[in-house]
């Protein structure tokens, strides 16, 4: 089983030259270098140039390289596409996805214009109608490329109006409505960023519920907040020996036909040991 971890998503702002830069020697698991929210209307340009010239420099190692495009409503949506076409990033996060053809016309332009047929796209799930839409959306996933569901919480709890508190109990039938979801179709989902990075206390409690949740990482808007999330978002050392002792139990010749053993006195099925396999690739991704 191959996995790619994507326990730790930093947004880096793509007018930031130095940022760019410093993300090289970071921790984080993905990368997604921004050309929408943080970047102000008259610096579009300038982040377009800059990221395409980090991309295709590289230097980034293993982790994964996300180009946040602005959307293809807007003056620079379909400049920064095509940029990301040329530079031949890992993946395309959309934003403000809503239904599913939003999704799949951004996975075809994509292509139009040269893009690589290995270009995953993610989806960024920050509207209402997004949420009503999740299923569909995510069942696109064959036709569109698409791996990821990125929640963007801030812009759920401006456009419901839902407060920011409790423990996010407002939105939290929300994330759950896109766990299952992506899961329906074998995406991987990433949970909303916690904006007080000096918070660690309350960040380290919202991985917490996340990684309870079943969200594969969290998006993150400072490296600060980077070993906090990939600790976080592991499993425990604990956890992988006993995935490893599943795995090995069932190599075992007598076991090979088995649906069903006993391991240290506790029953345990094959539904198990993919669970087992999981982890450990997890692991194995992340030099545990």
């Known amino acids: 089983m191959t996995i790619r971890p994507r326990r730790s998503v930093l947004y880096m702002p793509g007018a930031n030259a130095r940022a760019l830069e410093k993300a090289k020697t970071l921790d984080a698991d993905a990368l997604i270098l921004d050309l929408e929210d943080s970047v102000a209307p008259d610096a579009k340009s300038v982040a377009r140039s800059r990221v395409a010239e980090a991309v295709k420099q590289g230097g980034y190692g293993r982790r994964e390289l996300v180009i946040r495009i602005n959307g293809l409503d807007t003056?620079?949506?379909v400049d920064d596409l095509r940029m990301a076409a040329e530079a031949d990033a890992d993946a395309v996060l959309v934003p403000k996805v809503a239904r599913p053809g939003?999704?799949?016309n951004v996975s075809r332009i994509h292509m139009a214009l040269g893009g690589a047929e290995r270009t995953r796209m993610w989806a960024m799930m920050e509207t209402p109608m997004a949420i009503f839409n999740v299923r569909e959306i995510a069942s696109v996933h064959q036709v569109a490329r698409l791996?990821?569901?990125v929640l963007g919480t801030n812009d759920l709890l401006k456009e419901s109006r839902a407060l920011a508190t409790g423990g996010r109990f407002?939105?939290?039938?929300?994330?759950?409505?896109?766990l299952l979801a992506a899961r329906t179709y074998g995406l991987d989902v990433i949970d909303g960023v916690y904006n007080d990075f000096r918070d660690e206390a309350g960040f380290r409690a919202e991985c917490e519920q996340g990684r309870t949740l079943g969200m594969d990482g969290k998006t993150l808007i400072h490296p600060g907040q980077i070993a906090v999330c990939n600790e976080l978002f592991s499993p425990a050392p604990e956890e992988i020996a006993w995935s490893r002792r599943i795995i090995e139990a069932f190599l075992l010749p007598e076991n090979a036909s088995k649906g069903v053993i006993t391991i240290d006195g506790k029953m345990v099925e094959r539904l198990h040991l993919a669970m087992a396999e999981r982890v450990a690739a997890i692991a194995e991704a992340t030099g545990q």
């Open 75 to 77: 003056p620079w949506g």
């Open 102 to 104: 939003d999704i799949v």
């Open 147 to 149: 791996s990821c569901l």
């Open 170 to 178: 407002a939105i939290l039938p929300w994330l759950s409505m896109t």
